[in-house]
């Protein structure tokens, strides 16, 4: 860059992924100096059951080079976390290796990254479904949305608690959809403005806005998308195991 | 000396509890899967312990389910718990009663974290003021509402009806507990004994006659892990958790299964089934599940109150073993009665889970 006299001036370099998660405070507060002991990884159910290791999560961010944090952000492995975060109450050095993810898959989503592993694209079936929630009735999850083929694990008792909540509800005390206080209460449309707002203040709209641009685009290129509707693709995030 | 060591320990995990008024903070899954605990908890809080609690239609979800999901910005929860202290701030309340184990992390995860960023306080304070017009002053204290529990688990005692003791042998009952994850493992000093020793739940069981059985797998995760479970794809992880749990606990045949985590209730007690339908393999006696119950549900039977009015029909594996091994009195024939006693028919696999089929089955 040039200013009007024609002296260069030397452009402020972007930050490294280094130091964007550093910006995250939950990166700072995960990560003080990882002596690589591997009692995370010990301890972790994730580690047990998928090729996971919370110990290398520490390992790459700490090394600070650029292509093996890129690499990690397009990953399958940051993923796999479940958050229990059994990690933090275990590591000698106070670290945390679940703050570590999410502030991983924070950045993993702010740079479209995301899309690029199967279970980074399952954000968008998340927030189509909990973020709907959330926005219209003011609950992570509602009865109205818990339906039974989407759930099968439920069982049938879930089943007939479903098609029978009205009358189910009301019978232990709950007031489900109604005005006034109580279980399942109808959250007023004014509360759900605060809420709305909170999210437009905070950041929240516009970060849930990146994740659905990626998941559109990704979409358009897996062939998942009919006259620009996203049910299929919704479909084969929610569903598939494929690679 | 290496007594005093002990004890000096021991202190750093006894929880100061509040006596009384609290302000209640509902929980999702709670609400939906097992809407007559929060009922009883109230019930129990108002009517046995005459406690104020207030119940405000106008907080919200703390968005937790969502957050570990990593759908929203640290910044947007700290603001939506911002909203919800700034509503106990309006009310008059400073002791926050949190129905759910994810939110009783979160709110302690925010706490602590305002403690050592500041920064992060003012940011949320400038957010919620911006979106709302809110103001807020920082509780007193969070406390989740098992906390409560075993605060009173002794004066609940004074009014036990029934006991947790086999009403034809006169033993103890055995009962495991399994504690959420989020209740003290993120901080130990915020549960009552900390993470290895949590004994919020075990408390309760021997206060009220039972016998708390220890097994192997006692902390591990009930498996949820958020977008472990939101994902149809991923359930694997959760089931194979719980698994890992089951077959750790049978050796020991607990009568129960009693937990402070609406989500790991709800899982203990529907991965059972999946198991069942999937591997033909059950882990109660007579091919039938072990019954899982939350902690209100508990103190809501030894006190008398109606197992169908605590919502016990909405499990998955039947806890009528249970209720007769207690000498629970129950009227069977109100199992699946809605409101006014209206019939709201049955489900298709009814009255006691027990699969007959020891063959594998896919789900």
């Known amino acids: 860059m040039l200013t009007a006299s024609g002296v ?36 972790c159910p994730a580690a047990e059951f998928f090729d996971y290791d919370p110990r290398m999560i520490a390992v790459e961010v700490q090394s600070r080079d650029e292509a093996r944090i890129e690499k990690l952000l397009r990953s399958e492995t940051i993923w796999y976390c479940g958050q229990c975060m059994s990690c933090k109450t275990r590591c000698p050095r106070g670290n945390c290796p679940g703050l570590i993810i999410n502030a991983l898959r924070k950045l993993s989503q702010e740079l479209g990254y995301f899309t690029a592993s199967r279970r980074g694209r399952q954000q968008y079936a998340l927030k189509e479904v909990l973020i709907t929630n959330i926005l219209n009735k003011g609950y992570c999850i509602h009865p109205d949305s818990f339906i039974p083929e989407r759930h099968p694990e439920q069982g049938p008792v879930w089943k007939w608690v479903f098609e029978n909540r009205k009358g189910l509800y009301g019978r232990l005390g709950a007031n489900l959809d109604q005005d006034g206080p109580g279980t399942l209460r109808k959250i007023r449309k004014n509360v759900l403005g605060e809420l709305s707002a909170i999210f437009d203040e905070s950041g929240a709209t516009g970060f849930l806005d990146k994740i659905d641009a990626a998941s559109r685009e990704k979409a358009k290129e897996m062939g998942l ?19 | 000396m290496k007594h005093q060591a002990k004890a000096r320990i021991w202190a750093d995990y006894q929880k100061q509890i509040p006596d009384d008024r609290f302000y209640y903070l509902r929980s999702c899954i709670r609400q939906n899967l097992f809407p007559g605990s929060e009922q009883a908890f109230l019930r129990i809080l108002r009517n046995e312990l005459g406690k104020a609690i207030f119940d405000d239609p106008a907080h919200t979800t703390c968005a937790g389910i969502a957050y570990h999901s990593d759908l929203l910005p640290f910044e947007t929860l700290q603001t939506i718990a911002a909203r919800q202290f700034a509503l106990m701030t309006g009310a008059g309340y400073q ?23 500041p920064e992060e306080e003012a940011k949320a304070r400038e957010l919620l003021w911006k979106a709302t017009g809110r103001e807020f002053e920082v509780p007193k204290s969070v406390v989740h509402c098992s906390d409560i529990i075993y605060h009173f688990k002794d004066r609940i005692a004074a009014r036990q009806k029934y006991f947790l003791r086999n009403r034809e042998t006169g033993k103890p009952l055995n009962l495991v507990e399994h504690i959420g994850c989020h209740y003290s493992k993120m901080f130990p000093g915020k549960g009552v004994g900390g993470a290895e020793f ?19 797998e006692r902390r591990h995760c ?24 089951f077959e750790s606990m049978e050796p020991y045949r607990p009568d129960a299964i009693i937990c402070n985590c609406p989500g790991c209730t709800m899982f203990l007690d529907k991965w059972q ?24 549900e508990l103190a809501g039977l030894v006190l008398g109150y109606d197992p169908w009015d605590l919502g016990l029909q909405m499990h998955q594996v039947d806890c009528e073993p249970l209720l007769q091994k207690m000498g629970v009195a129950c009227d069977p024939s109100m199992k ?17 889970f027990r699969v007959n089929k020891p063959e594998a089955a896919s789900l």
């Open chain 1, 225 to 243: 998308t009919d006259e620009g509707g996203m049910d299929r693709y919704f479909m084969h995030v929610y569903t598939s195991s494929e690679l």
């Open chain 2, 336 to 352: 699946y009665k809605g409101v006014n006693g209206k019939n709201l028919g049955r489900p298709a696999l009814p009255a006691c």
């Open chain 2, 222 to 245: 009930c498996g949820f892990g958020f977008r472990q479970y939101l994902i149809m794809a991923n359930r694997g992880y959760p089931v194979s958790n719980s698994r890992k749990k």
């Open chain 2, 198 to 216: 949590s004994c919020v739940l075990s408390g309760m069981v021997e206060a009220w006659g039972g016998h708390v059985v220890d097994y192997p």
């Open chain 2, 95 to 117: 002791h926050a009663a949190v129905s759910c184990v994810t939110s009783f992390g979160i709110y302690s995860e925010i706490l602590e974290t305002w403690k050592e960023f």
């Open chain 2, 273 to 296: 089934y999946v198991i069942g339908e999937m591997e033909g393999k059950t882990y109660g006696p007579e091919r039938s599940g072990i019954p899982v119950l939350t902690y209100e």
């Open chain 1, 8 to 43: 260069a001036l030397l452009e402020k370099p972007a930050m490294t992924l280094y130091e964007q998660l550093r910006q995250d405070v939950r990166f700072v507060e995960g990560l003080k100096a990882c002596m690589n002991c591997g009692v995370c990884t010990a301890i």
